[in-house]
């Protein structure tokens, strides 16, 4: 039953406003009941692990090195995160960085900030010393505090290399390293205990859920704030989680959650390999790849969080962000000489919204020419959950690949006498009238109204909804039913770090009817997300067998290989 | 807002981008560029150009100059076999015996006329690039435009260092020296802006006003090592920055009336160029390029020490025998003679290059609308982003 008064009544000390905005978490509401998901054993990400380094040590510490790459799964690298494991060459880049970050805590720069203690002697071990910045430091980088037999171990450890060395500060160091290189610190070890208000059922630790929820909202590692809500056991209760999900998605940092989210989902880790003809294209470059994605980001920050505006707007807004290098592959003019300036699309204008943003075009396109298909595969992909599968190994690609064909004068005209052979048409049916859609966008985002002199036509249909141009297209996707779905299902993904199981589907169609009566507002998603009970459930051992992924989930992990 | 009339964006772009260019004006459009080449204009014409040869490479001249001091053959031939500086060989001493090499053992690219006139072997060619700048059609030292078979074309600049090896290159290579030069300005000078105003039909428009101004910018490279297009640029608002030009597009190309005109550059090449009675005729591209010449009569002897004022390292790396291009110019000049007689200025040309840019103005900056989203999403923008982080808020 829906008890709106309840939350009203706990919480009428904040206020009626902080009560309504309150409403939302704790949800003793008629959401349907789920059996949870397994917990999840999940790597962090490289932007996870430096978000963390920065957090605890602050950004003077830079955090040197590239790490094991990150696989993609489901769609999204926050799944993908849960079947890794770390490499021999992958250890050997995490030590590394380890030794690097640790020789910067202990220089003469930070550690008197970053130590809390000094040695009775510089030379010789301090285990009191020591342990006061075990305790500390330790605590935030597992996200729970030590164990006796943890902090005894580290500290003696500490101990031992500074008695080798000479020096108290090398064995603080030698602490450091060790910390960094634990798999407590590199892999999000969710554990689970009983649910004691529903027999037979598990949930989360308090800081499992601690951690849950700061990587979902804030994209790091749990503040001191909620390590002291889980060290007092206020997470246990519903109204203990939404007193922090309330905190956490006031805080100008659920930007950071939301931005760490959309690039997950939007694959910007795939700009890393990006490449572009710079004969063909020469505004194109990785400063200018660099700026695309954070372009998006800032606008979807800008929708979203700014003016806590309707998902589906990002498809149509005309409110952008732009550097001097951005205004040149745009062309449009932009006044500051360095950093970000708003930008007004006017009304009509087709770059309107983030589909024909540089980010999405480039990244969605051969080096040197676009590709309706892949763009119109990536998009029904990324925004509709929709599997297209891959293309047969036997096709021809000749003629889509020849831009300069006398015959075929634009990629619509050429991927027209492609999808003639049988074996192709099925898929590039779905694929190709939403790619063509963008094709008055080459391949690094330039704008372009003709190919080889003949005009380009973006007419097209999707899903039964036609458009004469690119923004009625984009209108489609605003409009298009399957696009907040998508997201709902998306965004739970990456908060578990798992695709849904199909147990969870009537909570997720629910979770969707009230994101629509929301106004699709992402913060507000987010909130009843890591407010449900849901989103902590744990399935009990033995019932995995029911949990199969629901087959909308899945994109990402084949590999790209449409034309 | 951004005020149109003042931000030139010189591509008429298609479909719904045309709202963003200037097309408030329906009568007459604004177009913005950036010099993307500029480089002293040397027409190749093969050997014909200089029947009396190319200029001596540096190590020909040095060495005829260290017989000319005395040196035996023997130990000139040491000297530059040992130059330039070959691992544990001191050059010290030859550059000193070069740069020393006038009367009395004077400073020879300070003092020029401490030094004789070697002879600097000069373009006797019939064609150049260049303007008619004095109305004369047949005066003897008239070149013919290779391009329009204009008559009267006036370069005495080009005449001086169009025999020097480093200053001829067949197209579309450019000059090894201009080329040289230019790669270092452009990444470290302002850019340089041209504006065109009164732009009434792109073809051809019977009154437009020219503005060359300097950017508060530098203009910054594509993939390809070009200048990028499209960028946007600030203009230097000190007038003295300004040239201002009067002219007409006739069938796609724009022509100015005699101005001066004056550009800020560098003192890696020059500090200021000055012109008078200087002109553009600019072929205006159908991709929104600019292309053509910039010519004028021009100070001579500043245009000397532009190159003297490096003395040795010009000298020897460029191959410009410093005295005889002195004595070259001086004898060369045509124009604005003093009260001796002798001319103090030389007819030039230049090439010059520009590719489309929006060129803004110092009151269109006073509504900047940086992102107060932006700020809030940037992920270093932390509360707790200084030093020490969340273990700094533990409180020791």
Redesign the interface.
């Known amino acids: 039953m829906v008890m709106l008064n309840k939350p009203a009544r706990i919480f009428g000390a904040l206020g009626f406003a902080a009560a309504i905005a309150l409403a939302g978490c704790g949800q003793k509401d008629d959401a349907p009941t789920t059996k949870g998901g397994p917990v999840s054993l999940r790597r962090l990400t490289e932007p996870e692990y430096r978000q963390i380094i920065a957090d605890v040590f602050g950004t003077t510490i830079k955090v040197p090195g590239r790490f094991q790459p990150d696989t993609r799964d489901n769609g999204l690298i926050a799944v993908g995160t849960s079947r890794e494991s770390v490499a021999g060459t992958g250890f050997e880049e995490y030590d590394l960085t380890a030794r690097g970050i640790a020789a910067q805590v202990v220089d003469e720069a930070h550690r008197d900030t970053l130590i809390p203690c000094k040695p009775a002697k510089a030379t010789e071990r301090d285990d009191a010393c020591a342990t006061q910045f075990v305790t500390r430091t330790g605590r935030l980088l597992f996200r729970r505090p030590l164990t006796k037999d943890e902090l005894a171990n580290i500290v003696n450890d500490a101990g031992d290399s500074t008695a080798k060395l000479g020096n108290f500060y090398s064995g603080i160091e030698s602490s450091i390293v060790g910390m960094l290189d634990s798999s407590q610190f590199l892999f999000r070890q969710e554990a689970s205990i009983p649910d004691a208000d529903n027999a037979g059922q598990r949930k989360l630790d308090p800081y499992s859920k601690a951690s849950r929820l700061s990587f979902f909202l804030w994209d790091t590692t749990p503040d001191l704030d909620l390590l002291d809500a889980a060290d007092k056991g206020e997470l246990d209760s519903d109204a203990g989680v939404a007193k922090q999900v309330d905190r956490m998605v006031k805080s100008p940092r659920l930007a950071s959650g939301v931005r760490a989210f959309f690039t997950d989902m939007l694959g910007f880790d795939g700009f890393a390999a990006l490449q572009k003809d710079p004969q063909i294209y020469p505004k194109y470059g990785s400063a200018v790849a660099v700026d695309a994605q954070e372009q998006t980001l800032r606008t979807l920050a800008d929708v979203l969080v700014t003016q806590n505006g309707d998902y589906r707007d990002i498809f149509t807004t005309r409110r952008t962000y732009l550097t001097r290098l951005l205004g040149s592959v745009y062309a449009v003019p932009v006044k500051v000489s360095t950093g970000w300036e708003a930008h007004d699309y006017p009304e009509g204008d087709p770059r309107a919204g983030i589909l024909t943003e540089v980010s999405f075009v480039s990244l969605h396109s051969h080096p040197g020419r676009s590709s309706p298909t892949i763009r119109g595969k990536a998009l029904r992909e990324i925004f509709l959950c929709q599997k297209v599968p891959d293309p047969p190994g036997n096709v021809n690609f000749a003629l889509v690949q020849d831009t300069k064909n006398p015959a075929f004068h634009t990629a619509r005209a050429r991927l027209g006498a492609h999808i003639n052979q049988p074996t192709c048409a099925g898929c590039h049916k779905i694929m190709d009238p939403v790619g063509l859609a963008m094709e008055n966008f080459d391949s690094a985002g330039g704008f372009r109204s003709t190919e080889n002199d003949s005009p380009i036509e973006t007419a097209g249909e999707i899903d039964g909804t036609k458009f004469s141009d690119v923004n009625g297209f984009k209108k489609a996707i605003h409009d298009h039913p399957a696009v907040p779905t998508c997201l709902v299902n998306r965004i739970y993904s990456f908060g578990t770090g798992r695709p849904a199981t199909k147990d969870e589907a009537e909570w997720l169609n629910y979770q969707v009817k009230q994101f629509a009566a929301s106004g699709y507002k992402v913060p507000e998603l987010m909130r009843r997300i890591a407010g449900s009970k849901a989103f902590y459930r744990v399935s009990t051992p033995g019932t995995e067998a029911n949990n199969a992924k629901l087959s909308m989930a899945g994109t990402g992990s084949q590999k790209e290989t449409a034309k | 807002m ?1 005020r149109l009339h003042s ?1 030139t ?1 010189p ?1 008429a ?5 045309a ?2 260019t200037a097309a408030g004006h329906a009568s007459a459009e604004t177009r913005g560029y950036v010099v993307s080449w500029f480089g002293v204009s040397t027409y190749y014409g093969g050997e014909s150009d200089c029947p009396d040869g190319l200029n001596p490479m540096s190590t020909e001249f040095y060495k005829r100059e260290l017989l000319r001091l005395g040196y035996p053959e023997a130990e000139a031939v040491k000297l530059l076999k040992d130059f330039p500086g070959n691992p544990g060989q001191p050059d010290g001493e030859y550059i000193k015996i070069m740069g020393t090499r006038g009367d009395k053992k004077t400073n020879v690219y300070a003092h020029p006329e401490s030094s004789y006139d070697p002879g600097l072997h000069e373009v006797h060619g019939k064609f150049a690039y260049g303007f008619n700048l004095d109305g004369k059609a047949d005066s003897p030292i008239s070149f013919t435009d290779p391009d329009t078979g204009e008559k009267g074309i006036k370069n005495q600049y080009y005449r001086t260092l169009g025999c020097i090896r480093s200053f001829r290159a067949p197209p579309p290579a450019h000059p090894t020296l201009a080329q040289a030069q230019w790669d270092v300005l452009r990444d470290e000078m302002p850019a340089w802006l041209i504006q065109i105003d009164g732009i009434t039909d792109p073809k051809n428009s019977d009154n437009v006003t020219v503005t060359i101004t300097k950017a ?2 530098h203009a ?1 490279r ?3 090592g ?1 200048i ?5 640029f ?1 203009s230097d608002p000190d007038p003295r920055t300004h040239s201002v030009l009067h002219g007409k597009i006739k069938d796609g190309v724009l022509t100015t009336e005699p101005a001066d005109i004056r550009i800020i550059a560098d003192p890696f090449l020059i500090p200021e160029f000055h012109w008078t009675k200087a002109q553009l005729k600019l072929k205006m591209g159908d991709d929104g390029s600019l292309k053509g010449i910039l010519g004028g009569y021009h100070d001579w002897y500043a245009l000397y020490w532009s190159y003297a004022e490096s003395g040795w390292v010009e000298e020897h790396s460029a191959s410009v025998d410093m005295p005889a291009l002195y004595y070259s110019l001086k004898r060369n000049a045509d124009a604005y003679p003093d009260a001796t007689g002798q001319n103090t200025a030389i007819s030039t040309a230049y090439e010059v290059e520009a590719v ?1 840019a ?1 060129v ?1 103005h110092t009151d ?2 006073n509504d ?7 700020k ?2 940037q ?2 923008q ?13 409180g ?1």
């Open positions: 951004i931000v964006r591509l772009l298609a479909g719904g981008l709202l963003m508060t910018d910054s594509d993939a390809t070009a990028r297009a499209d960028m946007s600030v489309p929006f803004l269109d900056m900047k609308k940086v992102s107060d989203a932006g809030a999403a992920p270093q932390r509360v707790e982003a200084n030093m020490g982080g969340w273990l700094r808020k533990l020791w």
